[in-house]
């Protein structure tokens, strides 16, 4: 059929129509989905809001552990519960063995209950096998484990053992656990070893046969031992625990009743089925009982029960020592390339079974690596509950670490990136300048990794004093001489078990758990570092200006000027004005050449002996940290009270800063009795008496400018460091003697007044000895000592910046004294040289004196008869 214009136009226009139908339809579809889609997500807002709220939870993986006080700790403390085994967990707790390919997939944030390497202890044959080797080298230290042999190798020597038994006549019981086992199994005991097997794997200890008994019983301590961290190691001991006890009364083994394990076996898993097992009502009751209880009975039957704690402690920390070179290897190699002084990624929860006997020894049988916890009576759910709530809350597991860690990456990954490449032959053509240079970059990076791991120590010390619970710390120990010992043992086990590294090891030890150094002492070893590395830089642009020559002279090193008649003038007229002062300040200021140094002879009117540094301001204004009289010092408590009501909380805090003005004043008289001390203290030139050390204090000011050239050419060119630091000694030994004679106490260290002398002692010693020298020539400027109290936020009293400003004159006056032995122990008659530099004889007041020693004898042994008198100071 053959359609007209009319009939096209009709056509099409029923095709558009058409058109337009099917898209509004699909129109409509898409609406309908957008719909759909819409309400899904609505749907989804309500679990999406509380996956979010749990995203931003501490959570827990515990699917590895099975056991429920566990679980109702960690929501106890706050923590969430991870539904499935989660990864990324916070906290992951396991019974059983971890792998270290997990450990070393964690990220710096999360915790997981376990070490690698802690086998060597728990393990029965490497506990005997460690603890045999480490009894060859400390014999005294390591006899808290009976005597064991391992099986098979040991089948010839434990042979052997029973032969000479026989032949003495003598008779010993024995007991034989597998190597491996746990819960009492495959435990038997022996009188004749010859019928064990000889090709098995068991452990053959001489059986404790005079055990401490309870009521007739056999018993052993199961102690809880909580290890926060490996790098370095801390270790802490549980206040209570339990007290196993056997179900039959205990009679000496024989022949008849070795096979009655409920007697002579301790264990839980086995006493459990006898049916004489009593559950104790309460803690002192019962076949299971608390160490505190244990204790009660101790101190009722007059046993020492703080000997008995002590010994147990010193032996827990000595196997961990054992243990400690295994598990540092092995953590290190599971965590390559974390930095040093963070947070340790293992935690590890110990249960140490000890028998004590009749002497009160304790006797190390095993340590368990997974100490069951179960609840199956009340007083585990007591005890066990207390240790799994201290021990999470002990780990400082916080939300911010996360992020923290992840920004980290990202700053190692720009370090990494950004870090310039270098080649060998680069640093094989290095200029001196170069290499001095990168010398003392690495210096004061490991000055910053020094002060890293010391704030973080500081840091995690004050958290675990707050935080430790029912937790004792027993390494690193607060006993100086215990520490010391245990350092001497950390020394050996290194020696023992890593002899390839142990001195390597040994310097470690010695930086981590014997540094002496403080925060600020630190800090300030970094800013001698950064004036070394400006000054090689000065001297190395000095270099390359046209037409000099020779060395370039010294900082603050004076021009060799001759001392005229003049100068001697105008420094009699200084004198005289001083002199011409108020009668408390008649002959009290004696002025020295150039102002620099200042010495007191009288009573000033408060009654203290002074000699103040002239080049000090005394000036103590707004602008500084010095305090006046009244003004409260920032190591002092202070607390405000409101204007509420006088509760029992106010009148607490009005009683403790009653108390604090009581130890405020007290600290105060005893830091000025410090002064009264430093004041009356002289330095003693060897073989003279008090007045002629003066009098040689006086001409060598008197006659300044011609020695001050020679005595900084001696203080910074020809002493080195030791010898620089021997000088500073002889004062700071004797005020060290000083505040314990004042203080009375034997440690001094940790007395905030000493610490601060000791940030002075270190200022002197700055830039290779120029702290003190420029106290003689640059008094008030930027270099003075007095600049690191301006930068501590510390507020320093003036009674205690009076001391300081002694100490530096005591120091400076030391320095002149050594000086002029030196010169007169050299040679008694000058040179012609040093004739022609003489000032004139009319200001020369310096007699020529025989030397004190012979001139054959070396410097070092010159310097040993000044230093030999360390009591200079009197």
């Known amino acids: 059929m053959v359609l007209g214009p009319s009939g096209a136009a009709n056509g099409y226009q029923s095709h558009q129509t058409e058109n337009r139908l099917r898209q509004q339809q699909l129109q409509a579809d898409v609406h309908v989905d957008r719909m759909e889609t819409e309400e899904e997500k609505r749907l989804r807002a309500q679990p999406k809001a509380k996956r979010k709220k749990r995203r931003n939870m501490i959570t827990a993986n515990l699917s590895g552990t099975r056991y429920d006080v566990i679980r109702q700790m960690v929501e106890h403390v706050g923590f969430g519960v991870a539904r499935d085994d989660d990864p990324t967990s916070f906290l992951i707790w396991n019974d059983a063995f971890v792998s270290t390919e997990r450990i070393t997939d964690l990220k710096p944030y999360q915790r997981i209950n376990h070490f690698p390497g802690m086998g060597e202890v728990t393990r029965k044959d490497n506990l005997a096998r460690n603890m045999m080797k480490m009894a060859k080298t400390c014999p005294e230290d390591f006899n808290f484990v009976p005597r064991t042999w391992i099986l098979p190798s040991d089948y010839n020597i434990i042979q052997n053992y029973m032969k000479d038994l026989k032949a003495h006549k003598k008779s010993k019981t024995f007991i034989v656990k597998p190597s491996n086992g746990a819960q009492g199994h495959g435990i038997s005991l022996y009188k004749n070893l010859e019928r064990i097997p000889a090709q098995e794997h068991f452990i053959v200890q001489e059986y404790v046969d005079k055990p401490l008994l309870m009521d007739g019983y056999k018993f052993d301590l199961r102690i809880y031992v909580l290890i926060t961290s490996c790098d370095p190691l801390r270790v802490f001991l549980f206040n209570d625990g339990l007290v196993r006890m056997s179900t039959e009364k205990y009679l000496p083994p024989a022949e008849n009743n070795l096979s009655h394990l409920f007697m002579h076996l301790t264990n839980y898993s086995v006493n459990k089925h006898n049916e004489f097992y009593e559950k104790g009502a309460s803690v002192d009751a019962g076949s299971k009982r608390s160490i505190k209880s244990f204790n009660e009975y101790l101190r009722r039957n007059d046993y020492d029960v703080a000997l008995l704690w002590r010994n147990i402690s010193d032996m827990i920390v000595k196997t961990l020592i054992v243990a400690e070179p295994h598990i540092l290897h092995a953590y290190r190699m599971c965590r390559p390339g974390a930095p040093l002084a963070s947070d340790s990624v293992c935690f590890e929860v110990l249960g140490f079974d000890v028998l004590i006997d009749r002497k009160l020894r304790p006797w190390l049988l095993e340590i368990n690596r997974s100490p069951s916890f179960g609840t199956d009576e009340k007083i585990d759910f007591d005890i066990k509950s207390a240790l799994i709530e201290d021990t999470i809350r002990l780990l400082n597991i916080k939300m911010s670490d996360k992020k923290k860690n992840l920004n980290a990456q990202k700053m190692e990954a720009q370090k990494r990136l950004f870090r310039p490449t270098k080649r060998v032959s680069d640093t094989a053509d290095m200029s001196e300048f170069d290499k001095k240079r990168a010398s003392i970059e690495r210096r004061k990076e490991e000055l910053k990794e020094m002060l890293a791991r010391v704030k973080k120590a500081y840091l995690r010390e004050e958290y675990e004093n707050r ?57 300030d070893m970094i800013a001698e570092c950064e004036n070394d590395e400006q000054q090689g830089r000065l001297n190395y642009e000095g270099k390359r200006v046209p037409g000099s020559r020779g060395p370039k002279p010294l900082v603050s090193m004076p021009s060799s000027e001759q001392y005229t008649p003049a100068d001697r003038e105008d420094d009699e007229e200084t004198e005289s004005s001083h002199r011409s002062g108020s009668p408390y300040q008649r002959d009290t200021y004696r002025s020295r050449p150039g102002s620099v140094n200042s010495r007191v002879s009288n009573r000033t009117p408060n009654g203290l002996n002074s000699r103040p540094n002239s080049g000090i301001n005394q000036y103590s204004g707004p602008g500084r940290p010095f305090s006046g009289v009244g003004q409260t010092s920032s190591r002092s408590i202070s607390r405000q009270a409101g204007g509420q009501k006088l509760t029992n909380i106010q009148r607490s805090n009005v009683d403790d800063t009653f108390l604090t003005s009581v130890i405020r004043e007290r600290e105060e008289e005893l830091t000025r009795r410090t002064l009264q001390a430093l004041n009356d203290m002289r330095i003693k030139f060897p073989g003279k008496s008090d007045e002629e050390a003066d009098n040689i204090l006086d001409r060598l000011q008197e006659n ?68 003190l020298w420029n106290c003689f020539t640059s008094p008030g400027g930027s270099a003075n000592w007095e600049t690191i109290f301006s930068k501590s936020s510390e507020v320093v009293t003036e009674t205690e910046l009076n001391c300081s400003r002694r100490i530096v004159q005591l120091c400076k006056d030391c320095l002149l004294i050594v000086y002029q032995f030196a010169a007169e122990a050299k040679n008694a008659t000058p040179g012609p040289a040093e004739r022609e530099n003489e000032p004139p004889a009319s200001t020369q007041r310096i007699e020529n004196k025989p030397p004190l020693v012979s001139g054959t004898q070396t410097l070092s042994q010159r310097y040993s008869k000044l230093y030999a008198r360390s009591e200079t100071l009197s």
């Open 467 to 523: 935080n430790r619970g029912r937790f004792i710390r027993i390494f690193p120990s607060d006993d100086k001489a215990k520490q010391e010992r245990y350092i001497h043992l950390l020394e050996a086990a290194y020696s023992t078990f890593m002899a390839g590294r142990a001195t390597s090891m040994h310097k470690e030890i010695q930086l981590i758990y014997n540094n002496k150094l403080k925060e600020s002492d630190i800090i």
């Open 704 to 771: 300044w400018k011609f020695h001050k050239p020679r005595i900084a050419s001696y203080w910074l060119v020809k002493l080195d460091s030791i010898k620089r630091r021997k000088v500073i000694d002889i004062v700071r030994s004797n005020v060290r003697a000083v505040l314990q004679r004042t203080w009375r106490v034997s440690d001094v260290d940790n007395l905030p007044v000493y610490r601060m002398f000791s940030r002075v002692f270190n200022r002197l010693l700055w830039s290779h000895g120029q702290g």
